[in-house]
């Protein structure tokens, strides 16, 4: 429900309340309708997984029962009352997973850009970008670091997709968005995110391992390490801020030629990247359960919170009617 004035795109039907509607209490009677599944069946399908209301006149018949307008007032106020304290309680679980997430990427980003001997002697590298650098350890372009198999890649279009169920993760720039049922890699390599704006805002990272069998659309790099585990060039690569190197304001893109163009400081032994790779697993193990632990307790309260929601618009539970 909007409290204020503005514009709205075409993608809303904008709706006035009549007599005997009131606002606040139809608003969450609608989002019940939707979560619970009921407005998919008054809906023509357009594909799978979706509805189609755009007609305002399929909408407009869906069917409703409305308690008489004191009801649905004392109903309104008695959910922002229950409601707005389980919110307060999700958002500071929220907030706790943001400061675990950040905790975690200052863990790894150190492991991979100083390693994680105390004692080992640092030298400035001479590019601002890396900074510090252990003595021991190679500069070299990201090209020399790895062999890309950009041109094995192959998109396919949701509705493709749809039409192709199966086992086998298919990646995009943010990870595995879907499953289908074949696949082109069949081996442990890094992938990069090649365009989206996650290259600029970082919500979710840029660098992961694809192991197993997978495919992979044209929105990922493919990398190859020439040598190492994928576990710590993943790392590696997620330490990268690749946002001076983005092209595209519309749809920012890191180019092949850029990516690959990347100087990057890492131990040429793989023993090394090995015990690097080890110490983060193990430390971030630890950090993920928390995180996990955490959002199942969101999930919960989110379940809570659409329950109690349901139990009061269809009225389950009885709500007091003042005076």
Request: with cysteine.
């Amino acid at each position: 429900m909007s409290d204020s004035h503005g514009n709205g795109s075409p993608v809303y039907h904008v709706c006035e309340a009549i007599d005997g509607c009131h606002p606040e209490f139809f608003a969450h009677l609608l989002r019940h309708l939707g979560t619970s599944g009921f407005l998919t069946t008054q809906a023509p399908s357009v594909r799978e997984r979706s509805v189609d209301f755009r007609n305002w006149s399929t909408f407009a018949r869906v069917p409703v029962v409305l308690p008489p307008p004191d009801e649905q007032r004392a109903i309104a106020d008695y959910l922002d009352r229950e409601t707005a304290q389980i919110d307060t309680l999700i958002a500071k679980q929220e907030q706790l997973v943001a400061t675990l997430r950040e905790r975690r990427k200052s863990l790894i980003t150190r492991a991979v850009t100083v390693g994680i001997d105390p004692s080992a002697k640092l030298r400035d590298s001479g590019d601002p970008t890396l900074g510090m650098v252990p003595t021991h350890w190679t500069i070299k372009a990201i090209r020399r670091w790895f062999l890309s198999l950009d041109g094995r890649r192959v998109p396919l279009s949701s509705e493709e997709r749809d039409d192709r169920r199966g086992p086998y993760e298919y990646f995009g720039a943010s990870g595995v968005i879907d499953h289908v049922d074949d696949y082109i890699f069949d081996e442990d390599l890094v992938l990069v995110s090649e365009d989206g704006a996650n290259l600029l805002m970082r919500s979710t990272p840029i660098a992961f391992a694809a192991t197993g069998k997978y495919w992979v659309n044209n929105h990922a790099h493919v990398l190859r390490p020439l040598a190492g585990p994928v576990a710590y060039w993943a790392n590696r690569l997620e330490a990268i801020d690749v946002a001076p190197l983005v092209s595209g304001s519309a749809q920012p893109k890191l180019t092949a030629r850029a990516l690959m163009g990347i100087r990057v400081a890492a131990p040429d032994s793989v023993e090394e990247q090995q015990r690097i790779a080890a110490f983060v697993h193990e430390k971030t193990a630890k950090i993920d359960a928390l995180i996990a632990k955490t959002e199942r307790f969101i999930e919960l309260s989110k379940e809570r919170r659409a329950a109690l929601i349901t139990a009061a618009v269809t009225g389950q539970c009885g709500v007091r009617v003042s005076a």
